[in-house]
């Protein structure tokens, strides 16, 4: 029987979920309580699976192929629930299939470390053998701008590890993980080895990340969430990724037009709501006027619409209340001072690629993260101006810089509080090969594959005596 056959037959509450661009139904899901968390992290907490590393490996590397092959599905899933155009959706699966495919690589590369323990003066010569064990019951609270892969980079590692995990995605974009789940059961998995709850946070939140039976909780989403699911978490390990104020910063030499690019691509994809994208254009004075004009002149191609339509480049926000926000720190910043180079009007969730120059460095708009498809340009002095600039938020997840002179990339990688520098390339660079995570407000911890698995494991020594004669 079907979740939505289940829920109406034990009378459960239905979630209808809406498309942001037409407002129309595209699905029903059962509406988690506290008491069904409850029964799925007990559900959790008692399985006890069984598998191999390589059949671990199987499962994710069937599940690759899986959504490769049925990438048309996801898409539109993708696109139906979230409004994202489907050049965005067909990018996320990409990446899905990548992060599945790593992490199933990573499993067979799975190693521990031997030390020996004679470095005393008791020269004791047993040996040390470090293992890594499944740290056991994963919570993980994903959000709504990307209803497939922000699942996938929780679950891929966790289950590569060999966790239990209790995933809560986005109440606003559902469809696409319990999709993901199936496809992961068909492949071979437990069912109980992953249980989907959805619902709403102020009901499932407290529940979901205060159980004794939760031994891990990983959250991808706003600080202001983040920061309180810390304080009420206890002596349980965390994972955190809270998004950005992402700077990009761009000094005289550099290639301009390559810089402009960049700055498009990380400013209006997904409409602008990505953790990693381009917040702030930080541009020095002796390249600002050439650099807007050509930023300007890349938003002014790019094309909103109907985001099912292969030709639309930005299609709408998650709501209309998201819009709304975003027109209202643009509109804020312009009477700070800001001069508007690309405007854009509101229609109901959607807003098109705004540009702004002279952007006050302090602002809303720019010191806090804006979810919106909006690239501000902030004029600086010199380096030291954009580096102190760059600095000048609570966020720090990861920033760019486009410059010709090695010493000016290096001295940013060295001063930039941040936790990733891409050295002539955008703050939205990503590879699921490489540790992803921040400091400050950003977050706590590290994803990508290898990393995410080591945090989502438990360290165990074994000592192996040697007789003493």
């Known amino acids: 029987m079907n979740p939505v056959a289940q829920a109406t037959e034990r009378g459960s509450r239905l979630l209808e979920v809406r498309n942001p661009y037409d407002g129309a139904v595209v699905g029903s899901v059962p509406m988690a309580d506290s008491a069904a968390v409850e029964e799925a992290l007990e559900r959790a907490a008692a399985l006890s699976p069984e598998w191999s590393s390589h059949e671990r490996a199987r499962i994710l590397r069937a599940a690759a192929e899986r959504v490769e092959a049925e990438r048309e599905a996801f898409v539109v899933s993708i696109v139906r629930e979230s409004g994202l155009a489907r050049k965005d959706a067909d990018r996320e699966v990409t990446r899905a299939v990548g992060v599945l495919a790593q992490a199933s690589a ?6 521990g470390e031997a030390v020996r323990t004679d470095v005393t003066a008791a020269a004791t010569t047993h040996l040390g053998v470090a293992l890594y064990e499944p740290i056991g019951v994963v919570v993980a609270i994903t959000p709504f701008n990307r209803p497939l892969n922000q699942v996938v980079v929780k679950l891929a590692p966790a289950l590569a590890v060999g966790n239990k995990v209790v995933l809560k995605p986005s109440e606003q974009t559902p469809l696409t993980a319990l999709a993901f789940h199936e496809v992961l059961v068909d492949c071979g998995l437990d069912p109980g080895a992953v249980e989907v709850v959805v619902g709403d946070p102020d009901e499932v939140g407290e529940p979901l990340v205060t159980s004794p039976l939760v031994d891990m909780v990983t959250f991808t989403g706003s600080a202001a969430v983040g920061h309180a699911i810390a304080r009420r978490i206890g002596m349980v390990k965390s994972l955190f990724e809270l998004g950005d104020s992402g ?4 000094m005289p030499g550099a290639d301009l037009d390559e810089a402009a690019r960049t700055a498009a691509a990380g400013a209006f994809a997904t409409a602008g709501q990505s953790c990693r994208g381009v917040k702030r254009i930080l541009a020095h004075t002796d390249v600002a ?3 807007v004009e050509r930023l300007a002149g890349y938003a002014r191609k790019l094309r909103v619409g109907d985001p099912m339509d292969p030709a639309t480049d930005i299609g709408t926000l998650i709501d209309e209340g998201a819009a709304k926000a975003v027109e209202a720190r643009v509109h804020e910043a312009v009477e700070a001072g800001a001069e508007e180079v690309v405007g854009a009007e509101r229609v109901r969730a959607q807003l098109g690629p705004i540009v702004l120059d002279a952007v006050p460095r302090d602002c809303p708009l720019v ?3 804006t979810f919106g498809p909006c690239a501000p340009v902030i004029r600086v002095a010199d380096l030291d101006d954009a580096i102190d600039c760059a600095n000048g938020t609570g966020f720090g997840l990861q920033a760019g810089i486009f410059t010709p002179d090695w010493d000016e990339a290096w001295r940013a990688a060295a001063e930039l509080r941040v936790g990733g520098v891409v050295l ?3 703050p939205q660079f990503d590879s699921p090969n490489i540790p992803f995570g921040g400091v400050k407000g950003s977050g706590l911890g590290r994803e990508g594959v290898r990393f995410a698995m080591e945090e ?10 040697r007789r003493q004669a």
């Open 367 to 369: 010191q806090e993260e």
């Open 456 to 465: 989502m494991s438990v360290r165990k020594t074994l000592v192996l005596a």
């Open 106 to 111: 990573e499993i067979l590369a799975a190693r």
């Open 424 to 426: 002539n390339g955008g």
């Open 289 to 291: 006027d050439e650099l």
């Open 247 to 250: 700077a990009l910063i761009v």
